[in-house]
């Protein structure tokens, strides 16, 4: 009788396993569910609710107006993953496999909202036309603006500051403007200063990248990754500040209209440099 019972339970555990279908193919399912490949809800209200669900689930991310922040702009009715309504839904949905995108679970008339919303940034525009040369660019960002010392594009430059191989896609050009010109003003959070005074007095500065309950670790002005434990320091200062300087008034209009030109036109493409 024994026999008979693992038998059966055995069959029963092998068939679950088999008809259960991966994450993937779980959220293929869920995407094919909602009944529609063409976004059905386009009113201007689904619009407006989708403004609100972006804000309150995708901006962190993608930022309060989907002009980029960790993740890329989405402004541009442009998406490298998929641009139909139904890839933007699997990818709201199920996330993109290696990047930063995880799934967000929202109803299906939500997503579809989202969608909306982001259709509606697409259909006015948000930028004016871009007046520089990224050629000219290029030599400003090399040589005047030094920004190689912090900044690496394609694996080229220092990492104190962020990476730009991407920005023209990750950023609206209001936003690489802004960062330009006011650079603290848009900071984030990982590329925050710290400041820090040993017992001996000896002061250490750098970029924070983690903080536990007995130690710091930061990265020094030398792009070296260290680690001090809070016993041996007598005060420690986090600054709301930028470590790359304030540019503004450091370049005529038309040099930085060529520097904005040329930080757009990095987009992570292999035909760009």
């Given amino acids: 009788m024994y026999r008979v019972f693992a038998v059966l339970m055995l069959f029963i555990l092998t068939a679950g396993f088999a008809v ?7 959220t ?16 201007p209200e689904d ?42 839904f699997r990818n709201i949905l199920g996330g993109v496999g290696g990047t930063g995108m995880g799934g967000v679970y929202l109803p299906d008339r939500q997503i579809w909202q989202i969608i909306s919303y982001l ?49 023209g896609w990750r950023r609206s050009l209001d936003h690489i403007r ?32 983690n903080e536990d309950t007995y130690s710091i670790q930061f990265m020094d002005e030398n792009e070296n990754l260290r680690s001090i434990y809070k016993s041996q320091l007598r005060s420690v200062y986090k600054p709301d500040l930028s470590l790359m300087p304030d540019y503004e008034g450091a370049f005529t209009k038309q040099e930085l209209d060529d520097l904005i030109a040329y930080l757009h036109s990095l987009d992570g493409e292999p035909d760009h440099d």
Avoid: W, Y
């Fill in 20 to 26: 259960a279908p991966p994450a993937a193919a779980q």
């Fill in 28 to 43: 293929q399912s869920l995407a094919a569910q909602s009944g529609a490949s063409v976004n059905p809800h386009t009113t």
């Fill in 47 to 88: 619009a407006e609710a989708g403004a609100k669900s972006f804000r309150r689930h995708c901006s962190t991310c993608h930022g309060r107006n989907a002009e980029g922040f960790r993740g890329p702009n989405l402004t541009t009715g442009s998406f490298r993953h998929g641009n139909s309504d139904a890839a933007l």
């Fill in 119 to 167: 259709r509606s940034l697409s259909q006015t525009p948000q930028e004016a036309p871009i007046e520089g040369d990224p050629v000219r660019g290029k030599a400003l960002f090399l040589e005047k603006g030094e920004c190689a010392t912090c900044h690496r594009v394609n694996g080229q430059g220092g990492r104190r500051g962020m990476d730009l191989s991407e920005v």
């Fill in 178 to 209: 802004a960062a330009i010109l006011k650079p603290s003003e848009v900071i984030e959070s990982r590329f925050r200063l710290i400041q820090m005074t040993r017992s001996n007095g000896e002061t250490v500065d750098g970029l924070l990248l």
